[in-house]
């Protein structure tokens, strides 16, 4: 077959025409890594894709290490504050003007709600009240019993001013005396500042000496 060629289209369309023609010519005019080179980017973006999900597998893991790790120390921090605070239950009555009698335990809180009406009370509501991270009973200036409902955290939240709030009524419900809730920790939530400068709930800051390790 006679192929005459004055154009660059005449030479377009030939190898449109015979595409051996194209392989054949491509292998003479590139070299051996030119021609390989888009197999071995395939080859390349599919191991990219590879360390990505690698990667982003051990980043996940590392994720979840690391928030398992806050949690711990929140736990830390939560129980440290607490120890902290129940060595200063006497000043925190001081300071809400009533005068410190006793802390109460368990037991005192078992005996409480046994000889209470605890109807639409619901279980979870007595159980959370049960383990209140702390009760204290005191007296007012006149000598009138009544009762302080505290939680305590690292940083008082919304969370404990709620519990706080929900343990008083329960306490003024089971008991008919007067109760009053207070927050206890280093720090506070600005969300519940208004809470606290109505008067609603009383705020007791931790000195943060109180929560340095005793030294032996």
Known sequence: MNTTIHTI??????????????????????????IELPEKFTQFVSEVHRFVE????????????????????????????RSAALRETPFIASEMG?????????????????????????TNELRSFRRADLIIEATDQNGAPCYIAVEISF???GRDTSRALRNAKLLTRFTGKQALS????????????????????????LDPEVLEAEQP
């Open 9 to 34: 289209e005449d030479l377009i369309r030939i190898l449109d025409d015979n595409p051996e023609w194209g392989d054949a010519l491509r292998a003479r005019l590139l070299t051996k890594e030119l």
């Open 54 to 81: 690698a990667t982003n597998r051990r980043f996940d893991a590392l994720e979840n290490s690391v928030a398992s790790i806050l949690d711990d120390v929140g736990i830390l921090k939560g129980a440290h504050a």
């Open 98 to 122: 009533f005068r410190w009698v006793k802390d109460l335990t368990a037991f005192d809180l078992w005996e409480l709600i046994n000889g209470a009406d605890t109807s639409n009370v619901s």
């Open 155 to 157: 940083t008082a939240n």
């Open 182 to 205: 207070a927050v206890v920790g280093l720090r506070r939530d600005d969300r519940i500042r208004d809470l606290v400068e109505s008067g609603e709930v009383f705020w007791y800051q």
